[in-house]
């Protein structure tokens, strides 16, 4: 796949996200990029995958524009940009601007992968955890792979509201009501005693803001501002994140025991990025782990991952002692529907 038709292919994904804004950019991207420019030159003689199952070129591209508009460095692009509308030629017209005043800018963005942080995807997590704390009767202990700035790791913070129950904090800026289908978790109180992550490039919430806020797509108002509310949250109850490659940390994760309660790994729309070998590494470290779990220190494994089924993502849930793995629900990616199946004891 070159670079024009992953930019395409993006623009379609980001359409059926409900972005059209960041749909019609790609477009025009894939259409009028040339390698007149340094920045055309290095995009569209990409050294690897640009699709966005490895390096999602289009997204970093769109993310460094973006980030232009958040700065208000770029008046012309700031003008195309929502709120506000443009033509294709006048937003095409912006951009060559921004290419030329901002060139530099632009190109040390593209060397650092996108970084959604969609905290929407707690609305899966939440129902996950919770039922893992409601079979165990214990307290959560979070290890999260693939966590970036750790916004997915205050879900325990933000407020779930599913039909007509409410989960975790009702007094959170962040609200996720995801159009939910299926039986409701366990309406318990979560506790969490224990949080931290690993990422290869972590963010700092307080540091890395504009980053952050800058590869959510500008059209979608209620998403920025919820971005925003769990950047808030981050910035005054941050999570360790450390630098790590996942299977280091994973090993040194579970080589800690925690008795009295349940030790969680997780990943959301992280795993497709590892590496065989680091996947192969995680996944034996988890099953040796296990061997040594107990009712009084167990171990329980939640994914929401793609699968070969197109429709959003597969959440899976494995416990042990027990070690049966469980399809419990489905979700959109960016979390705006899950469907629930539950947690079989």
Known sequence: MNVPESFLEQAQACENLGSPFTAGLLRLLAEKLTDKTAIGAKVLNWPRDPSYRTDAVGLRLAGALHALVLQKACPELMACYPPNEATPKQLWDAIQVAFQSHNVQILNWLDLPPQTNEVRRSAALIPACL?????????????????????????????????????????????????????????????????????????????????????????????????????????????????????????????????????????????????????????????????????????????????????????HVTYWPGGETQMVGRADFHGRWVRWFGLTP
């Open 131 to 315: 039922s893992v704390q409601d079979h165990f009767g214990l307290p959560l202990i979070l290890s999260e792979l693939g966590a970036s700035a750790g916004l997915n790791l205050n879900w325990d913070q933000f407020r779930l509201t599913l039909l007509e129950a409410e989960f975790c904090d009702r007094n959170s800026p962040v609200h996720l009501a995801p159009d939910w289908s299926g039986p409701l978790p366990p309406q318990i109180i979560p506790q969490v005693i224990g949080k931290a992550g690993c990422d290869l490039n972590p963010l700092d919430p307080a540091q890395d803001e504009l980053r952050l806020r800058a590869y959510i797509w500008p059209d979608q108002a209620r998403r920025v501002a919820r971005t925003k509310a769990s950047i808030a949250i981050a910035q005054a109850n941050p999570a360790p994140v450390d630098r790590s490659d996942a299977k280091d940390w994973l090993q040194q994760r579970l080589s800690q025991r925690h008795s009295g309660a349940v030790h969680v790994i997780y990943h959301t729309i992280a795993w497709q990025y590892f590496p065989p070998d680091v996947q192969k590494s995680c996944v034996d470290l988890i099953h040796t782990a296990s061997e040594a779990a107990t009712f009084d220190a167990p171990i329980a494994w939640v994914s929401m991952e793609a699968d070969e089924t197109p429709d959003g993502a597969c959440l």
